[in-house]
C-alpha cells in the first residue's frame, strides 16, 4: 500500500458516509456531497459502504477512501466486506484501502481471515486491508497476517465484546500499546471529548460516522434530551 495514504490518515478523522435504503439521505449523490462537506471541513479520509458510492465519492472528493460492501449472506453473521468477491467489488471502485470484517465468526464462503488476506495480497496488491476486529485478541490476529490497519468498529457488535454507551477506548488502548500496527477507533463516537479520549488512548486516526452523517439520529438524540 502507498506509504503517503497512511500518512495523510495519521491523527485525522476520517467520516463515515454511509445511509441504509430507509433512510433520508440514502443515494450515492447524498454520500458525495457528505463527503465534500467532510473534506471542506479538515477530514483527512472516508469510509463508505458499497462500490456505487465508493465510486461516486471518489469522483466528487480527492480524500483517500476506506471501500467496505455490507452484504448478508445466509448462514454467516459476517457482513462487511465478507468474501474477496466484495473487495474485488471495492477495489474496482477505486478504494485506497478496504475494510474487512477480522472478527473469530465463520465467514460466509468458509474461508478464514488468513485466507482472505492471503487471496487479497494475492490479487490486489496495492490495496490496502483495515479489520474490523471486536476484541484485543481479534486485533492481535489481525496484526500477526500484516494489515495496514485494525480498528475498533465491531466491539459491541458481537455477542462476545462488552455493550459500551460511548467508544472502547480501552480497546484502542491495548491494541496501540503494542506499537506494531496503526489503530483507528471506531464506533459510538459522538462528541468532541470521544474523539479526544480515543486520540489520547494512542488511535492513528478517528472514524466518525453517524455524529456527523446521520441526521436522524442525531436529532433523536437532542429530542430525547429535551424530553427527559
Known sequence: ?????????????????????????????????MARAAEAGGAVGIRANTPVDVRAIK??????VIGLYKKEYPGSDVYITPTIQEVREIAAAGAEIVAIDATERPRPDGATLAELVERIRAELPELGILADVSTYEEGVRAMELGVEF????????????????GPDVELVARLAALERTPVLAEGRIWTVEDCRACFQAGAYAVVIGT????????????VAAARS
Open 1 to 33: 500500500m502507498n506509504t503517503e495514504i497512511m500518512e495523510r490518515l495519521k491523527n485525522g478523522c476520517v467520516v463515515s458516509c454511509q445511509a441504509l435504503e430507509d433512510e433520508p439521505l440514502f443515494g450515492a449523490h447524498h454520500m458525495a456531497a
Open 59 to 64: 469522483e466528487a472528493c480527492t480524500l483517500p
Open 150 to 165: 485494525v480498528s475498533s468498529t465491531m466491539s459491541g457488535y458481537t455477542p462476545y465484546s462488552p455493550k459500551l454507551e
Open 211 to 222: 455524529a456527523i452523517t446521520r441526521p436522524q439520529e442525531i436529532t433523536k438524540r437532542f
